[in-house]
């Protein structure tokens, strides 16, 4: 997999604010920019891979991590 781009920790936030700032990060990106995003609890779990995904960005991998958090890659399509 390519270099992550940036990273975004969005642990402590809540949702909707979860993907505003998943949303605003990769704005700032370059398309094809790999972001990782490092998120906590069931909601941003289920919400922002699939927010992103609506519009139209790439899961690129979801993995849980041994702190009880979860790594998710996203790839910014171009627009």
């Not at 941003?44 to 995904?53: D, E, I, Q, T």
Request: charged share 35%.
């Amino acid at each position: 997999m390519s270099e992550v781009t940036a990273t975004l920790d969005i642990t402590r936030e809540v949702c909707p604010m979860t993907y505003v700032r998943t949303k605003l990060r990769l704005e700032a990106l370059e398309s094809g920019a790999l972001l990782e995003v490092l998120l906590r609890g069931t909601e941003p779990l289920k919400n922002v891979p699939r927010s992103a995904r609506e519009e139209g960005h790439e899961v690129v991998s979801l993995e849980p991590r041994e702190d009880g958090t979860h790594r998710l890659v996203l790839r910014k399509q171009g627009r």
